[in-house]
């Protein structure tokens, strides 16, 4: 087997932290959820300093896994205090909360990516990223080696 087939097969995301069913995603499972593309996008830092140019992006919806968990099993006064904590291989974390999910433009545009132009990602990206591409400069909650979800009632 190529060693990016194996790492893409053993590509898996853990959601953990105050959900009613923590979970574990290998990618087959991720690719079964409903699919959502975006693109083309510009990929800048805060400072300015562009990062990337992407013509197609696809992926799933950061609700559609989080709605795996039963999240939507807590009371709306719980949810409105939760907290999304995207992390990436090197300790790298993107933050959410539930409101923006849920209940802003934010949402539809957070994905969890396995897919560019087609192709699955690149080393430097994957085997998962993650995107919130409703944000003003992408970079910031454009994250690399996507391998952790965790959700915290503050
Ligand atoms: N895993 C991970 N993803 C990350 C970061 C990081 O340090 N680690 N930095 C973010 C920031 S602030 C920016 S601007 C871009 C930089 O993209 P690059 O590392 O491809 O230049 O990645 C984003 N995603
Ligand atoms: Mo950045």
């Known amino acids: 087997m190529k060693s ?13 932290g105050d959900v009613p069913n923590a979970l ?8 079964a959820l409903p699919h959502h593309a975006l693109g083309p996008i510009d990929i800048a830092c ?3 300093r562009p990062v990337a140019h992407v013509d197609r992006y ?3 919806r950061l609700t559609d896994v989080l709605d795996a968990t039963g999240l939507a099993q807590l009371h ?4 409105k205090r ?7 291989r090197d300790g790298y974390q993107a933050l959410f909360s539930w409101c923006e999910l849920y209940n802003s433009p934010i949402g539809a545009q957070a994905l969890i990516l396995f897919e560019r132009n087609g ?7 994957g085997p998962l990223a993650l995107i919130s591409a409703a944000d003003t400069h992408l970079g910031p909650r454009h994250l690399r080696h996507l391998d952790g979800l965790a959700v915290r009632r503050l």
């Not at 990016?4 to 953990?16: G, K, N, P, Y």
């Open 76 to 79: 709306r006064s719980e949810l």
């Open 82 to 88: 939760c907290i999304v904590v995207a992390s990436g």
């Open 4 to 16: 990016e087939t194996l790492q893409r097969s053993a590509a898996a995301l853990c959601v953990t």
């Open 46 to 48: 805060m400072t300015g």
């Open 119 to 125: 192709e699955p990602l690149d080393d430097h990206l």
């Open 24 to 31: 574990s995603l290998d990618l087959a499972q991720l690719e």
């Open 58 to 60: 696809a992926g799933v």
